[in-house]
């Protein structure tokens, strides 16, 4: 391939990052009455008032503007790192059980104080880059912390891995959902792919021995449980006795699960899982092409027992086909990757960048009209894929 491809890439990628997503969140999302940030902002920018402050939300406004300061030393990048982290410090943590509250009222009290794991996780995620951007040994120490949590409350000693979620006070909980699409049930892919995450970067500043064999297991758990070695795609939900509850199959994770698996596999320094993983990611991502569109944008997700696809385009497969495919591309030399890569760039540029009104869509229809009554800030709708698309691609072909 022709670097002049890359660089021409790199820039555009470059110029998104810094002129679109970052400026609209830094504008359009501090909560200046109450602190923190907004709850909820429409695709036209408008503030939805009354919307809850999610923790998922704030946790990744932290993990992006921590990580987008690493790669450029902009003061008001760290200054919203800031402001996250402070708010996190003060309204998120539970001071009496540990962990953080899931959702906050607008004004900083509790709203919803459920301990949902995937939460937890992403807080150890965005924490763990904070300290290294800002060396603020606080938040390592915050983060070891809800590991802790996690391992003590949440991991299932006797058939191994993770509940989804408990009480406030570490109870068994009847309704474990992460979210309302989810089926009910305890031990769930999604979940168990942000605790690798949130462990691999905490690993990346914290060698412990507990650490580095609960990073390795939650990775094993994913190859051996959540990978289907046959299909290629992800197994979503399990009972506690992982006894597989659900054929769907997301799309957004299968890619997002390829490049996650192998980055987990080089952090832990670990040569044979490096060389399996890298198989794997490449293996995975050829498969995602089935999801595919001829436009280069990635269908939702696909209900093998209906034979029912969901044609909706969401911002942030779109950002982790990306990803994955250029990690693929990387691994093997495969340069169908690289041209599926650059496919995905332009169907974001063209059809999910919202050039009126700033960030990304929430999604498109089939047809690549955006669906504008979705939100463009909220529970869900963060910075964290589409930033770090740009910062990983930026990052791979700099170091090319």
């Given at each position: 391939m022709d670097k002049k491809v890359l660089y021409n890439l790199k820039e555009e990628l470059e110029s998104e990052?810094?002129?679109n997503i970052l400026p609209w969140w830094m504008e359009h999302t501090p909560d200046h009455k109450s602190g923190g940030f907004l709850g909820h902002v429409g695709h036209d920018n408008r503030v939805i008032e009354g919307a809850g402050k999610g923790s998922v939300l704030n946790t990744r406004i932290l993990w992006t503007?921590?990580?987008?300061?690493?790669?450029?030393?902009?003061p008001e990048y760290l200054e919203t790192a800031r402001r996250a982290y402070h708010y996190i410090l003060r309204h998120f943590t539970d001071k009496k059980y540990g962990g953080i509250y899931w959702e906050l009222e607008p004004d900083g009290s509790r709203r919803t104080t459920r301990k949902q794991i995937y939460a937890i996780a992403f807080a150890i995620y965005g924490l763990s880059e904070y300290y290294m951007a800002s060396g603020d040994e606080q938040a390592l120490k915050m983060a070891r912390v809800l590991f802790l949590d996690i391992e003590v409350h949440a991991f299932d000693r006797l058939r191994n891995g993770y509940t989804d979620a408990l009480t406030r006070d570490w109870k068994p909980i009847e309704d474990l959902r992460l979210s309302e699409k989810d089926q009910n049930e305890s031990k769930t892919m999604n979940t168990h792919l942000h605790i690798l995450e949130a462990y691999t970067n905490l690993y990346r500043v914290w060698k412990d021995p507990s650490l580095k064999d609960a990073l390795e297991n939650v990775l094993r758990l994913m190859l051996d449980r959540f990978v289907d070695q046959d299909s290629k795609h992800l197994n979503l939900f399990f009972d506690d006795n992982?006894?597989?509850?659900?054929?769907?199959i997301s799309?957004?994770?299968?890619?997002?699960?390829?490049?996650?698996?192998?980055?987990?596999?080089?952090?832990?320094?670990?040569k044979a899982l490096i060389e399996q993983t890298g198989k794997l990611a490449v293996e995975m991502a050829r498969e995602n092409f089935t999801g595919l569109d001829t436009d280069g944008g990635l269908f939702y997700e696909f209900s093998p027992e209906e034979n029912e696809m969901d044609t909706d385009k969401h911002w942030w497969p779109q950002a982790e086909a990306l990803v994955g495919?250029?990690?693929s591309y990387q691994l093997s030399?495969?340069?169908?990757?690289?041209?599926?890569?650059i496919e995905s760039w332009t169907f974001i540029k063209e059809k999910l960048v919202d050039r009126e009104y700033g960030e990304w869509n929430w999604a498109t229809n089939k047809e690549g009209i955006p669906l504008r009554e979705k939100e463009k800030a909220g529970l869900w709708k963060c910075p964290y894929h589409n930033s770090r698309a740009c910062l990983e691609i930026i990052r791979r072909i700099d170091r090319t």
């Amino acid at each position: 391939m022709d670097k002049k491809v890359l660089y021409n890439l790199k820039e555009e990628l470059e110029s998104e990052l810094r002129k679109n997503i970052l400026p609209w969140w830094m504008e359009h999302t501090p909560d200046h009455k109450s602190g923190g940030f907004l709850g909820h902002v429409g695709h036209d920018n408008r503030v939805i008032e009354g919307a809850g402050k999610g923790s998922v939300l704030n946790t990744r406004i932290l993990w992006t503007f921590s990580a987008a300061y690493r790669m450029y030393p902009e003061p008001e990048y760290l200054e919203t790192a800031r402001r996250a982290y402070h708010y996190i410090l003060r309204h998120f943590t539970d001071k009496k059980y540990g962990g953080i509250y899931w959702e906050l009222e607008p004004d900083g009290s509790r709203r919803t104080t459920r301990k949902q794991i995937y939460a937890i996780a992403f807080a150890i995620y965005g924490l763990s880059e904070y300290y290294m951007a800002s060396g603020d040994e606080q938040a390592l120490k915050m983060a070891r912390v809800l590991f802790l949590d996690i391992e003590v409350h949440a991991f299932d000693r006797l058939r191994n891995g993770y509940t989804d979620a408990l009480t406030r006070d570490w109870k068994p909980i009847e309704d474990l959902r992460l979210s309302e699409k989810d089926q009910n049930e305890s031990k769930t892919m999604n979940t168990h792919l942000h605790i690798l995450e949130a462990y691999t970067n905490l690993y990346r500043v914290w060698k412990d021995p507990s650490l580095k064999d609960a990073l390795e297991n939650v990775l094993r758990l994913m190859l051996d449980r959540f990978v289907d070695q046959d299909s290629k795609h992800l197994n979503l939900f399990f009972d506690d006795n992982w006894t597989l509850k659900s054929t769907l199959i997301s799309f957004g994770h299968d890619i997002e699960a390829g490049w996650l698996l192998h980055e987990a596999a080089e952090v832990l320094e670990n040569k044979a899982l490096i060389e399996q993983t890298g198989k794997l990611a490449v293996e995975m991502a050829r498969e995602n092409f089935t999801g595919l569109d001829t436009d280069g944008g990635l269908f939702y997700e696909f209900s093998p027992e209906e034979n029912e696809m969901d044609t909706d385009k969401h911002w942030w497969p779109q950002a982790e086909a990306l990803v994955g495919y250029y990690n693929s591309y990387q691994l093997s030399g495969d340069e169908t990757f690289l041209t599926k890569a650059i496919e995905s760039w332009t169907f974001i540029k063209e059809k999910l960048v919202d050039r009126e009104y700033g960030e990304w869509n929430w999604a498109t229809n089939k047809e690549g009209i955006p669906l504008r009554e979705k939100e463009k800030a909220g529970l869900w709708k963060c910075p964290y894929h589409n930033s770090r698309a740009c910062l990983e691609i930026i990052r791979r072909i700099d170091r090319t």
